[in-house]
């Protein structure tokens, strides 16, 4: 059974910073591209970043509203992935979603609040 759980989320004031973990289960991990998405109220889920392990390491890419801000990583012996978020503003308050696309199939977590207080 596939797991991915969030955790990290919570209020912090604008300027502030938040690390969100994801821990996964279940899947061949190593090998499973992850990623970050977030769904404001009213909008829709957006991708926030991505992260693949390829033979020469991770690569990564972000959303541009978060670009020099944010941080993906994953350890694959720990089968976990992070987001640090530095310099958070308002506009960054939303649920945050752990995703993995493996093999096919796309997994999601159960999402982490992150709200951001001007």
């Known amino acids: 059974q596939v797991q991915l759980v969030e955790s990290g989320g919570g209020l912090v004031q604008a300027g502030g910073s938040l690390r969100l973990s994801c821990a996964a289960s279940g899947i061949a991990f190593s090998i499973c591209p992850m990623a970050w998405y977030r769904q404001a109220p009213g909008k829709q889920r957006e991708m926030v970043a991505t992260?693949?392990?390829?033979?020469?390491?991770?690569?990564?890419s972000y959303a541009d509203s978060v670009k020099g801000r944010f941080t993906i990583s994953r350890d694959n012996g720990k089968k976990t992935m992070w987001l640090q978020m530095n310099s958070l503003g308002p506009e960054d308050t939303a649920v945050y979603y752990c995703?993995?696309?493996?093999?096919?199939?796309?997994?999601w977590g159960q999402g982490t609040q992150v709200t951001v207080s001007s």
């Open positions: 992260i693949a392990s390829i033979p020469s390491g991770d690569t990564t």
């Open positions: 995703n993995s696309a493996c093999l096919g199939r796309a997994y």
